[in-house]
Nanobody, 127 residues
Framework: QVQPVESGGGSAEAGGSLTLSCVFS????????MGWFRQAPGREREGVAS???????SYEEFVKGRFTISRGNAEDTMYLKMDNLKPEDTAMYYCAAGGHYGGSCFRFPATDNFSFWGRGTQVTVSG
C-alpha cells in the first residue's frame, strides 16, 4: 500500500516562495503518475501539477511559470517548488499517486487515476 505524506507547508508573504515535499511510503518505484492538488475553503479540489513516470510535467494555467514539480533523487519523493506566491494560492495542498493508466498522467487534472492520497499540508499566503 502506497501512503503519501506531505510536508513543507507554512506561511509566506505574497511574492515569496515555499517548497512542498511528498514521500511515498510503500514505494512507487517511479512507475506511477504523481500529482499535486489543492483545495481552498469553500472550493472544490483542483489539480496543480503532475509528473509522469517518464518525467514529463504538466501545469494548470494559474501556476504556470511560478510552480515547478519534480521527482527527487530518491525514487519515492516528489517536490513542488512554489515561487511568486499569491494570496489566492492559499489552500490545503495534497500529493497523490496512481497507476491506472500505467505511469501516464494524460487524464490530469481528473482525479480518477489517483488512488493514493496524502492528508495535506496547509499553505497560507498573506499580503
Amino acid at each position: 500500500q502506497v501512503q503519501p505524506v506531505e510536508s513543507g507547508g507554512g506561511s509566506a508573504e505574497a511574492g515569496g516562495s515555499l517548497t512542498l515535499s511528498c514521500v511515498f511510503s510503500g514505494g512507487t518505484k517511479n512507475k506511477y503518475c504523481m500529482g499535486w492538488f489543492r483545495q481552498a475553503p469553500g472550493r472544490e479540489r483542483e489539480g496543480v501539477a503532475s509528473i509522469d513516470s517518464e518525467g514529463r510535467t504538466s501545469y494548470e494555467e494559474f501556476v504556470k511559470g511560478r510552480f515547478t514539480i519534480s521527482r527527487g533523487n530518491a525514487e519515492d519523493t516528489m517536490y513542488l517548488k512554489m515561487d511568486n506566491l499569491k494570496p489566492e494560492d492559499t489552500a490545503m495542498y495534497y500529493c497523490a499517486a496512481g497507476g491506472h493508466y500505467g505511469g501516464s498522467c494524460f487524464r490530469f487534472p481528473a482525479t480518477d487515476n489517483f488512488s493514493f492520497w496524502g492528508r495535506g499540508t496547509q499553505v497560507t499566503v498573506s499580503g
